[in-house]
């Protein structure tokens, strides 16, 4: 299989704190891999530092085989490797519509993204009368206009009901079948277990161990990491 996304011994300090230590992993073309762990695992570091948000004390990353460490996070997008962010990041003050004009999109692409997630008849709706399921997809759809090879999702299903998180499986699905390949962070692993083939587990910052979903909820040493969460299947 073709790798899309290399992280090499990827290290991040702030002062005295390490938030990341060697990380180490590869990504596959059209693979959906999970990156999942407590709170302060390093998670959202290491996809500021895939994205440019951040630059690592050591250790590089390569998108299709180009090294992007360090590079503009602009730069970054237009090679095909896009981000969103748990906190949404859209126009609360304009309608859906409006938001992709915002973005810079054109209005037939558009068009056929807000069919695509369902966001059409809310086209003239103001963000911040959306629900949050639908400010979610309008998120997603806004990343999905840049024609990303690779996206990278934080937490999607954060906040969520059961019903919004139906909808969200719906347009990860979509992705898939459109060939993007996808990473997501997310602390509802019931929810990531359904789309990721892979999962790598983070701890203090260190790669605990990666594998199927299978595998990793029979991990004594995930199920370690996770006490007091609650049961890891679950969490």
């Given at each position: 299989m073709?790798?899309i996304?290399?992280?090499?011994?990827?290290?991040?300090k702030?002062?005295?704190?390490?938030a990341?230590?060697?990380?180490?992993f590869?990504v596959?073309?059209?693979?959906c891999?999970?990156?999942?762990g407590p709170n302060?695992?390093g998670?959202?570091t290491l996809f500021n530092?895939?994205?440019?948000?951040?630059k690592p004390?050591?250790g590089e990353?390569?998108f299709n085989?180009e090294r992007?460490?360090?590079m503009?996070?602009?730069?970054?997008a237009k090679?095909?490797l896009?981000r969103?962010?748990?906190?949404?990041?859209?126009?609360?003050?304009?309608?859906?519509?409006e938001?992709?004009?915002a973005a810079?999109?054109e209005r037939k692409?558009?068009?056929r993204i807000?069919?695509?997630?369902?966001?059409h008849e809310r086209?003239?709706v103001?963000a911040?009368?959306l629900?949050?399921?639908?400010?979610r997809k309008?998120?997603?759809?806004l990343?999905?206009?840049?024609?990303p090879?690779v996206?990278l999702?934080?937490?999607p299903?954060?906040?969520?009901s059961p019903?919004?998180?139906q909808e969200l499986?719906?347009v990860?699905?979509?992705l898939?079948?459109?060939?993007?390949?996808l990473v997501i962070?997310?602390?509802?692993?019931?929810?990531?277990?359904?789309h990721?083939?892979?999962?790598i587990?983070l701890?203090?910052?260190?790669?605990l161990c990666?594998?199927t979903?299978?595998e990793?909820?029979?991990?004594?040493?995930?199920?370690?990491a996770?006490?007091g969460?609650?049961?890891?299947?679950g969490?």
């Amino acid at each position: 299989m073709k790798v899309i996304l290399e992280v090499e011994n990827v290290k991040k300090k702030f002062g005295e704190l390490v938030a990341l230590e060697n990380i180490s992993f590869s990504v596959y073309d059209k693979e959906c891999l999970g990156i999942i762990g407590p709170n302060g695992a390093g998670k959202t570091t290491l996809f500021n530092i895939i994205s440019g948000h951040l630059k690592p004390t050591a250790g590089e990353v390569y998108f299709n085989g180009e090294r992007i460490t360090g590079m503009r996070p602009s730069k970054i997008a237009k090679r095909g490797l896009v981000r969103t962010f748990q906190i949404l990041k859209v126009f609360q003050n304009l309608t859906v519509e409006e938001n992709f004009r915002a973005a810079g999109i054109e209005r037939k692409d558009a068009e056929r993204i807000m069919k695509e997630l369902n966001l059409h008849e809310r086209r003239n709706v103001l963000a911040k009368n959306l629900s949050q399921g639908e400010m979610r997809k309008l998120n997603i759809a806004l990343a999905l206009a840049k024609n990303p090879k690779v996206l990278l999702l934080d937490e999607p299903f954060s906040g969520l009901s059961p019903a919004e998180c139906q909808e969200l499986h719906s347009v990860i699905d979509h992705l898939k079948e459109r060939g993007v390949t996808l990473v997501i962070i997310e602390h509802k692993l019931k929810e990531l277990f359904n789309h990721a083939e892979r999962v790598i587990v983070l701890n203090y910052g260190y790669i605990l161990c990666e594998g199927t979903p299978e595998e990793i909820v029979q991990d004594v040493r995930v199920i370690e990491a996770y006490l007091g969460v609650g049961n890891v299947a679950g969490s």
